[in-house]
């Protein structure tokens, strides 16, 4: 069955470029349509959609994200990326990398990475 | 401050019912399927419900969804210690604030 892991730096520093990696295993990332997604969560705080990259190619962000955010895919590697620029303390949370089928409207987030603690300090 | 309200804390005694509610509008909710998950402590979301009231393969079906205009509520049955968790719905969103929105979460407290 298809699983996510996120990977990368868990401590950034203010104004730097928070990157984070999601591998894809048990599956191929090219394969089928989903919604290749991050998501993110601040401690003790609700969970917050930063966008998407469709199988195509084609990204979606969250407008209050958009001029910092971006997403990407590498599918010899079969994984997507997270790009998150000019990052602050408000930043700080737990990310997790997500899939959402595109087949039928009421598709859902069905599989979780198990989330990368990013903390953004100096 | 979240585009799908929901309350921030329920609770019940084990054995008895809940429901969580889950409110938005006609540009969320009110034109598109809702999504429950559930996150146990320390771990990462899990889908609950999708398409409003449909269940996942091996959610047992004490966990229901309904939806009604521009609401949704999941309902849980036969409560269990292990169902404390926090419990978030979402959907997608046609304005200009989100593609994809979550509701602030819901603490479920079986007491």
């Known amino acids: 069955q298809v699983q996510l892991q996120e990977s990368g730096p868990g401590l950034v520093k203010p104004s730097q470029t928070l990157s984070l990696t999601c591998t894809v295993s048990?599956?191929?990332?090219?394969?089928?349509?989903?919604?290749w997604s991050w998501i993110r969560q601040p401690a003790g705080k609700g969970l917050e959609w930063i966008g998407r990259i469709y199988t195509s190619g084609s990204t979606n962000y969250n407008p209050s994200l958009k001029s910092r955010v971006t997403i990407s895919v590498d599918t010899s590697k079969n994984q997507f990326s997270l790009k998150l620029s000019s990052v602050t303390a408000a930043d700080t949370a737990v990310y997790y990398c997500?899939?959402?089928?595109?087949?039928?409207?009421?598709?859902?987030?069905?599989?979780w990475g198990q989330g990368t603690m990013v903390t953004v300090s100096s | 401050q979240s585009v799908l309200t929901q309350p921030p804390s329920v609770s019940a005694a084990p054995g008895q019912k809940v429901t969580i509610s889950c409110s938005g509008s006609?540009?969320?909710?009110?034109?598109?399927?809702v999504s429950w998950y559930q996150q146990l402590p320390g771990t990462a979301p899990k889908l609950l419900i999708y398409e409003n009231n449909k269940r996942p393969s091996g959610i047992p079906d004490r966990f229901s969804g309904s939806k009604s205009g521009t609401s949704a509520t999941l309902g849980i049955t036969g409560l269990q210690t292990g169902d404390e968790a926090d419990y978030y719905c979402g959907t997608w969103d046609s304005s200009l604030s989100a593609d994809w929105v979550f509701g602030g979460g819901t603490k479920l407290t079986v007491l």
């Open positions: 006609s540009s969320n909710i009110g034109n598109n399927y």
């Open positions: 048990g599956g191929s990332i090219s394969s089928g349509s989903y919604y």
């Open positions: 997500a899939r959402l089928p595109a087949a039928r409207p009421g598709d859902a987030f069905d599989i």
